[in-house]
């Protein structure tokens, strides 16, 4: 699934604009119990996360019950609709910074397994004031 999508254009002599779409592309998923589904964020200027539960105080660090993949994503497993989750800040490199070397990539991928049926809201804690919200349903 997309987090969000963006581009950085430029225009000839004055400079780059951002144009980002803050919303989850697929805002509705049904799965079964069992199922991975896996957020990437696409948007090369705007960070994003994907929080279940509460919203916490500092949305970027990734919650406690985060892990790291070997493959350089964040993965979590939900047992309940009542459980909290962040992934932490997925972003891309920042691409629009002029005479200066573009930052590593960072985290872009957060995969979620879920164990029992429910539907599972979600929003990202950056943008949700926006209406970057989703769910998840699962049979």
């Given at each position: 699934?997309?987090?969000?999508?963006?581009?950085?254009?430029?225009?000839?002599?004055?400079?780059?604009?951002?144009?980002?779409?803050?919303?989850?592309?697929?805002?509705?998923?049904?799965?079964?119990?069992?199922?991975?589904?896996?957020?990437?964020?696409?948007?090369?200027?705007?960070?994003?996360?994907?929080?279940?539960?509460?919203?916490?105080?500092?949305?970027?660090?990734?919650?406690?019950?985060?892990?790291?993949?070997?493959?350089?994503?964040?993965?979590?497993?939900?047992?309940?609709t009542a459980d909290a989750v962040n992934s932490g800040i997925l972003i891309l490199a920042?691409?629009?910074?002029?005479?200066?070397?573009?930052?590593?990539?960072?985290?872009?991928?957060?995969?979620?397994?879920?164990?029992?049926?429910?539907?599972?809201?979600?929003?990202?804690?950056?943008?949700?004031?926006?209406?970057?919200?989703?769910?998840?349903?699962?049979?």
């Amino acid at each position: 699934m997309t987090v969000g999508i963006g581009a950085v254009l430029t225009t000839s002599g004055a400079g780059s604009q951002q144009l980002s779409l803050v919303r989850f592309l697929r805002p509705v998923i049904v799965v079964r119990a069992g199922d991975t589904v896996e957020w990437i964020n696409r948007d090369p200027s705007e960070p994003h996360t994907v929080t279940f539960g509460a919203e916490p105080t500092d949305p970027r660090p990734p919650s406690t019950n985060v892990s790291p993949t070997p493959d350089g994503a964040r993965q979590a497993t939900i047992q309940s609709t009542a459980d909290a989750v962040n992934s932490g800040i997925l972003i891309l490199a920042f691409q629009d910074r002029p005479g200066l070397p573009e930052t590593p990539l960072g985290v872009t991928r957060f995969r979620v397994t879920f164990t029992a049926p429910g539907t599972y809201n979600y929003i990202c804690a950056l943008h949700d004031n926006l209406g970057m919200t989703g769910k998840v349903i699962v049979h």
